[in-house]
């Protein structure tokens, strides 16, 4: 896409930052024409270099700077850009500007991420994930700073040091990178049971999605929406995926975190060059102020979801992402989130991790970005314009020009000047608050299982069986004993069956009494109800020489289906068909891998090699495993047979032409096969 596009405001801003430096002669940042690169200025061919060699200094001065703290959680990320859409105006429930005309577009800007792991870690670890948008709005940046789980681990924003410390590597030796599997981590969970429902869901599939492009979005706090006339509303935000949401499996995670650990971060990348952008809708939730009380759990609980069922999401508008940065240190490293910038319309709830995260994001970004001026980098820089009298500071860029920078003053006539509310000045919702000051946790927050156990209801047996293996995993790494009998006796309050199956597992059995009783259950939260297509899905195209001619046709129909077939051969170059078609080799069995395609086609039985089989076969079996469709026609079917895979679910011989084209382009879009016999 032309990075140069007209019509989107943050686009153009960015503009004026672009440098291109191709072409260019080489200067020092002093602006110096360089007369050489490579050789430092020395006393003699074989002396020592000079300290006057300010080219060598400055570029290596530069070079020694060049990193920044990495974020404290969400360091590994990856970002584009986009645009959001009005589908309905939400003028009866906030004056926000950007959601009060359909048709109306707003500039976004979208952080993913995992939470626990360092910059360079793998990206399919068990973890949440971040999903930050900046939305550039005509009334200045409004962040909506969510992940891709509803709820979150504690209630109180005074215990995130707690957790992020129990969650992160061991301190004594750094172990282990990314991933919640060890004794501090469930020591916390077990030791501070407001965790439970979210714990469920990070032991669930959600944890490892298979594309960005597939996982919701949820704001998890509460928010208020307010309208012209002052009328308040608590939301909840939502974004929906317009690919449905999807995810791995767990062997399969963890393999593709060794052959490709930038996968998730490719995929998005790679959808946005290939055109095939990816779209959310945008939800809310609403209750209104009178109905605060109306429900069983607590509306400011961030540890609740507001059952969809019984709150419907509204959707109000689309996402699209289509652009991808120019400079990921520039754009996706030093983009700042805050869930405080807001713009009016949007206020807060009392929710008291939101309260405390009000705080931590411009605290964390002081230092991570070297001080106060972050606002002014090109990606944080609202389009309107933005006036006050904060002056200075480290990589100041403005130049304000005048001497007033105080206010109230008269020999600027008092401006910049504060304005009302009608003409744009934002103004906090008037709660009314009638209080004592306590260190204390509502009543209302103390139930911490019924919820979980929802979860658990709502889940169908196959992601049943993937989380008693995640809790089997993860306790399976902790070496201390009191801490996986402390957890199982912790989730047998959540399901005994549940914490029974984690047991017979590892070896134990859970000692107290279970006192679930929850039988409700909520059909959202099954990714078996998600949308299910097959565009943008990978398929691995096994094929060797002499391929029958019917083939580029058979390819052919599947790209206009939507989905992106890759050839795989034992060699690079390119196949040659029967009749001397030549189909260029993407990748070979070494470079690829099943774990990295959504389904597997094999169109042939051997290659140029006697390896081909021998490898196609192992592709193919792990494929299998991995629950992925698997289509096979021609000699491709005799390799399929041989492994006894033939008439099993998901897996597609006998069948020809169109036919075949249908059945599979089906058999993708159901993405995987859960009933397999073996
Ligand atoms: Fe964050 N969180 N968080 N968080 N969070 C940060 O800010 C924090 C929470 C989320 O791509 C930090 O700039 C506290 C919930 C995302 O740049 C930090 C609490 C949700 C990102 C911080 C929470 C999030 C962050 C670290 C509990 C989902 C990455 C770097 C009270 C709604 C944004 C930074 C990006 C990042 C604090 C809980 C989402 C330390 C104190 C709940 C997506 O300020």
Redesign the pocket.
């Known amino acids: 896409m032309d990075k140069k596009v007209a019509g989107n405001s943050k686009n153009e801003q960015l503009e004026e930052f672009r440098v291109d430096d191709q072409g260019q002669a080489m200067t020092t940042n002093q602006g110096l024409k360089v007369s050489e690169d490579e050789f430092s200025l020395k006393a003699g061919e074989r002396g020592p270099t000079l300290m006057e060699d300010f080219h060598f200094r400055e570029k290596m001065t530069h070079f020694d700077h060049e990193r920044i703290p990495e974020?404290?959680?969400?360091a590994r990320?990856y970002a584009a850009h986009g645009e959001f859409e009005v589908y309905e105006s939400a003028s009866e429930f906030t004056k926000a500007k950007f959601l009060q005309t359909p048709g109306k577009k707003t500039p976004v800007f979208v952080?993913f991420?995992t939470v626990a792991g360092s910059r360079g870690s793998g990206e399919l670890a068990r973890d949440a994930r971040?999903?930050?948008t900046k939305f550039y709005t005509e009334e200045g940046n409004y962040d909506l700073?969510?992940?891709n789980i509803p709820v979150?681990f504690i209630q109180d924003?005074i215990k995130?040091p707690d957790l992020v410390h129990a969650l992160k590597p061991e301190p004594h030796n750094e172990i282990p990178q990314a991933a919640s599997a060890h004794d501090t981590f469930w020591d916390f969970v077990a030791n501070n049971q407001e965790s439970a429902h979210m714990v469920m869901w990070t032991m669930s599939d959600r944890a490892i999605p298979r594309s960005f492009r597939m996982m919701e979005g949820f704001?998890?706090?509460t928010f208020r929406f307010v309208n012209d006339a002052g009328k308040s509303h608590f939301v909840k935000f939502h974004w929906k995926p317009l690919l449905g949401t999807h995810s791995v499996v767990w062997d399969e995670a963890q393999k593709i975190n060794g052959k490709d650990p930038d996968f998730h971060r490719r995929d998005l990348y790679e959808a946005i060059e290939n055109g095939d952008y990816p779209e959310y809708e945008f939800g809310v939730q609403l209750i209104a102020e009178e109905d605060e009380f109306k429900y069983d759990f607590d509306i400011l609980d961030?540890t609740k979801l507001w059952p969809e069922e019984e709150i419907p999401v509204k959707i109000l508008g689309k996402m699209t992402l289509n652009r991808n940065v120019d400079n990921v240190f520039a754009e996706t490293e030093q983009?700042?989130?805050h869930p405080g910038s807001v713009v009016p319309g949007i206020d807060f709830s009392n929710d008291p991790?939101l309260q405390?995260?009000l705080f931590?994001?411009t605290d964390?970004?002081l230092i991570?970005l070297g001080g106060p001026n972050f606002h002014e980098l090109p990606i944080n820089r609202p389009v309107c314009p933005f006036h006050n009298n904060q002056r200075d500071g480290y990589g100041r860029q403005s130049i304000n020009v005048g001497r007033v920078s105080y206010h109230k003053n008269s020999l600027a006539n008092n401006t910049p000047t504060p304005v009302s509310e009608a003409e744009g000045g934002y103004t906090h919702y008037e709660e009314k608050i009638d209080a004592r000051k306590v260190r204390a946790r509502s009543e209302s927050f103390k139930d911490h299982f019924t919820q979980a156990t929802l979860f658990w209801n709502s889940m169908s047996d196959t992601e049943k069986e993937h989380i008693i293996n995640a809790f089997s995993f993860e306790l399976g790494k902790c070496k201390e004993l009191t801490v996986r009998q402390q957890v199982l006796e912790m989730f047998a309050q959540v399901d005994l069956d549940l914490a029974s199956k984690v047991a017979e597992n590892l070896g134990l059995v859970v000692q107290g009494v279970s006192t679930a009783t929850n039988t409700k259950s909520s059909p959202a939260l099954s990714q078996l109800n998600t949308i299910m297509k097959p565009q943008t899905r990978k398929i691995a195209v096994l094929v060797g020489e002499g391929f029958e001619e019917d083939l580029p046709a058979i390819l052919a129909d599947l790209k206009a289906g939507g989905t992106m077939p890759e050839i795989v051969s034992d060699h690079h170059g390119s196949v040659a068909g029967a009749d001397g078609t030549l189909l260029p080799v993407d990748h070979t069995f070494l470079t690829a891998d099943s774990v990295l395609f959504d389904a597997v086609y094999v169109a042939s039985s051997h290659g140029k090699t006697a390896m081909f089989e021998k490898e196609a076969s192992y592709f193919i079996k792990e494929a299998y495993a991995h629950f992925k469709p698997i289509g096979a026609t021609f000699s491709g079917e005799q390799l399929v047979d041989n492994l006894h895979f033939t008439g099993q679910a998901g897996v597609l011989t006998k069948e020809t032409g169109k036919g075949f084209v249908d059945s599979f382009l089906n058999a993708i879009a159901a993405h995987r096969f859960w009933n397999r016999a073996v």
């Open positions: 974020r404290v959680v969400h990320g952080r991420s971040g999903f930050a700073v969510a992940n979150f924003a995130f704001g998890v706090n961030p983009v700042a989130f991790l405390g995260r931590s994001y964390t970004q991570r």
